[in-house]
T-cell receptor, first 113, second 110 residues
Framework: GAGVSQSPRYKVTKRGQDVALRCDPI?????LYWYRQALGQGPEFLTY????????KSGLPNDRFSAERPEGSISTLTIQRTEQRDSAMYRC???????????FGPGTRLTVL | KQEVTQIPAALSVPEGENLVLNCSFT??????LQWFRQDPGKGLTSLLL???SQREQTSGRLNASLDKSSGRSTLYIAASQPGDSATYLC?????????WGAGTKLIIKP
């Protein structure tokens, strides 16, 4: 079956604009995770959903970042009033069940000018 | 707070050699440990998953071991090939999130 998909693959935006990053998990996976990866580093946890419930958002850097998964499938990570420091690779993963192998999408490369 | 360290940060070896990548973690209360491969501009590919109750996992030329008591995991690559060149990341499953090392950049010279 299809793996985790993310869109767009690349996003260039100007500072101050809002962006929305989309993640479509593997069908049937109940858990969905967002990570952010800076160049030369490992990913860092942002937030996690179990079905439609956001179980942990402790990794979101500040209140400009938010995420939702309204129907327990596709998730959107939104960054408001983007800043240059938000530039990174944003990765989405899904798993079934929770606390099991996580499968990653190709990522969205965000560049804020 | 869980911290994951990977040594070395970079490694270059001739084709055909066997090699070992190291991963250490500070908190032994983990659920699992995953090794990933990352190619430039591409996604993360899961190589091996070791559950906390297991000692090792094997897939083809790859073997990963886990010693929770000492906070260590190793990834052994046998008979390395140029196609193995990539960055290898270790991630520790702590509750539902993965805590990551910074990776080892591996170059296999033909």
């Amino acid at each position: 079956g299809a793996g985790v998909s993310q869109s767009p693959r690349y996003k260039v935006t100007k500072r101050g604009q809002d962006v929305a990053l989309r993640c479509d998990p593997i069908s049937g996976h109940v858990s969905l995770y967002w990570y952010r990866q800076a160049l030369g580093q490992g990913p860092e946890f942002l937030t996690y959903f179990n079905y439609e419930a956001q179980q942990d958002k402790s990794g979101l850097p500040n209140d400009r970042f938010s995420a939702e998964r309204p129907e327990g499938s596709i998730s959107t990570l939104t960054i408001q009033r983007t800043e240059q420091r938000d530039s990174a690779m944003y990765r989405c993963a899904s798993s079934y069940p929770t606390i099991s192998e996580q499968f990653f999408g190709p990522g969205t490369r965000l560049t804020v000018l | 707070k869980q911290e994951v360290t990977q040594i070395p940060a970079a490694l270059s070896v001739p084709e055909g050699e066997n090699l070992v990548l190291n991963c250490s973690f500070t908190d032994s209360a983990i659920y699992n440990l995953q090794w990933f491969r990352q190619d430039p501009g591409k996604g993360l590919t899961s190589l091996l998953l070791i559950q906390s109750s297991q000692r090792e996992q094997t897939s083809g030329r790859l073997n990963a071991s886990l010693d929770k008591s000492s906070g260590r995991s190793t990834l052994y690559i046998a008979a390395s090939q140029p196609g193995d060149s990539a960055t290898y990341l270790c991630a520790v499953g702590s509750n539902y999130q993965l805590i990551w090392g910074a990776g080892t950049k591996l170059i296999i010279k033909p």
